[in-house]
């Protein structure tokens, strides 16, 4: 009964919580499963941010809960923004969950499983169902923990939980409720305990990591806590990069735009959601800026750092949007050039106040917008990575690759994707890889021999 596979949808912040509960897990005598077959235990750490997350999930458990019927034993629970979102209306509809866990009770993950175990040994199968969803607004002062015994190269650092903000269309401070930072101290402990199982990389996390520590730690020498943190972390001896999504482009303040000049392990990437090119559909999102605030910042940045990478989040098909806002939408984006993007179409989320609006675009407009910008991306980011062919690129060395033997993968600075053939034991460090061939996601290349040991002696 101890087996557990944990099935994570959504965002770098879900799959970071998912590690926890894993964790938590493990400690408590569990295992954590790679399969859902082998599993006694399915949990589904939901995403709620469109509609087709929310019916991916409701899906896979209506599928789910029919194993139930062949194993009485078996568990399903359901943990995170939906459980958040939708609370005892998900027990309605799919009375066969055993656990309903919200975006503040994933530590109170391992007693529900203990008890509904406990119960169902004595009692034999069926114990009431527990729906855990009340505020616990101090939870992120626990200390994080990470899986121990296995070196991550790259890892994800909760910095924050919650927003304070009112997009119009967001479902996010429903569900992840008000902004909350951990401590500093907590988070260069947890940063310096990673380093020191081999980290290289971390990634601090949280809905709006720009507003970090804004009620409860003040402004030193005018530098935003957000930026102090920053400059600790860039002090930890070992830790080679750092990188944070997601930030909102109103706190890049004259503070973050210089720290890019000046911390050197700070990797020269932003993901800056700007969601409209069109001022009206900002104004109507509720987004605090105007495109050429927002343009002005992307200068700003190429002027502290000429090699800057830029990736942002769109919606498309927002309530309104005409064709011609959408046109200014996508003379933004090429204007900008950006490296990467996300692209949602809209999705109504009920107890939002875009949800009154009419969701007036066709969902076929929606799509064609959407392979629009995909479209533009990918002309872009193809040209970006042919650009980088004949440079050396700093790389750190992350896992094999997923095909090719011998092949391994890292990223550079600017978090291009770089195949190069390697050996096992560089993996964890930064290597010197010269690019010789690109397409649109990829970069192929080879180990510089320059001044760099390459440990391929020991491979050959
Ligand atoms: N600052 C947060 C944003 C969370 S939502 C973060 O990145 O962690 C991520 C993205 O989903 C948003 O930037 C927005 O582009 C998109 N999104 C949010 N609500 C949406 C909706 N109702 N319909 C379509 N896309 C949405
Ligand atoms: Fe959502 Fe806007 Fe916050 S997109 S997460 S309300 S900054």
Redesign the pocket.
């Known amino acids: 009964m101890n087996r557990v596979y944990i099935k994570t949808y959504g965002?770098?912040?879900n799959q970071r919580d998912s590690e926890q509960v894993a964790c938590d897990l493990r400690s408590r005598g569990y295992s954590i499963v790679q399969h859902e077959e082998d599993a006694d235990v399915v949990l589904l750490n939901t995403c709620s941010?469109?509609?087709q997350a929310e019916q991916k999930a409701i899906g896979k458990a209506g599928h789910l809960a029919r194993r139930k019927r062949e194993n009485p034993n078996f568990v399903l629970g359901i943990l995170g923004c939906m459980a958040q979102n939708r609370g005892s209306e998900l027990l309605d509809r799919l009375p066969d969950l055993d656990l309903v866990a919200g975006t503040q009770k994933f530590h109170r993950v391992p007693d529900h499983l203990d008890n509904l175990i406990a119960s169902m040994n004595a009692q034999g199968p069926r114990p009431t169902s527990i729906l855990d969803l009340e505020e616990e607004l101090d939870s992120q002062n626990a200390i994080n923990s990470h899986k121990a015994g296995e070196r991550q190269v790259s890892a994800f650092v909760s910095i924050m939980q919650g927003?304070n903000?009112k997009?119009t269309?967001?479902?996010?401070p429903k569900t992840r409720g008000p902004e909350r930072a951990r401590p500093i101290a907590h988070i260069i402990q947890e940063v310096e305990t990673l380093v020191a199982n081999g980290t290289r990389e971390v990634t601090l996390?949280?809905?709006?990591v720009t507003s970090y520590g804004r009620r409860e730690i003040p402004f030193i020498d005018k530098k935003s806590p957000f930026v102090q943190l920053l400059e600790q972390l860039n002090e930890i001896d070992g830790l080679e990069r750092i990188r944070f999504?997601?930030?909102?482009p109103r706190g890049f303040k004259e503070d973050l735009v210089e720290a890019y000049g000046r911390l050197d392990k700070l990797c020269e990437y932003a993901?800056l959601?700007v969601?409209s090119g069109s001022d009206r559909i900002l104004k109507a999102m509720n987004r605090p800026y105007s495109v050429d605030r927002y343009m002005q910042l992307v200068r700003d940045l190429r002027a502290v750092q000429p090699d800057m990478y830029f990736s942002t989040?769109?919606?498309v098909g927002?309530p309104g949007e005409t064709d011609q806002d959408f046109q200014m939408t996508c003379d933004m984006f090429e204007e900008i050039g950006f490296d990467m993007a996300?692209?949602?179409?809209?999705?109504?989320?009920s107890g939002?106040p875009?949800?009154e609006l009419h969701d007036d675009v066709p969902k076929t407009v929606k799509e064609e917008r959407n392979q629009i910008l995909l479209k533009i991306l990918e002309k872009q980011s193809r040209r970006r990575n042919a650009s980088l062919v004949g440079t050396i690129q700093e790389i750190l060395v992350e896992c094999p690759a997923r095909k090719g033997e011998g092949m391994f993968m890292g990223r550079t600075r600017g978090f291009r994707k770089v195949i190069f053939p390697a050996s096992q034991r560089l993996i964890g460090e930064m290597v010197d890889v010269e690019i010789e061939e690109s397409s649109v996601t990829t970069l192929k290349g080879r180990l510089s021999l320059t001044g760099v040991d390459t440990g391929m002696a020991v491979a050959t």
Do not use: E, N, W
Not at 169 to 172: A, E, G, L, P, T
Not at 205 to 208: A, D, K, R, S, Y
Not at 245 to 248: E, G, I, L, V, Y
Not at 342 to 349: A, G, Q
């Open positions: 965002c770098q912040m941010v469109r509609d927003c903000m997009c269309f967001c479902i996010v996390l949280g809905q709006i999504t997601s930030p909102h993901h959601p969601q989040d769109i919606i927002f996300f692209i949602f179409k809209y999705s109504p989320r939002t875009a949800a």
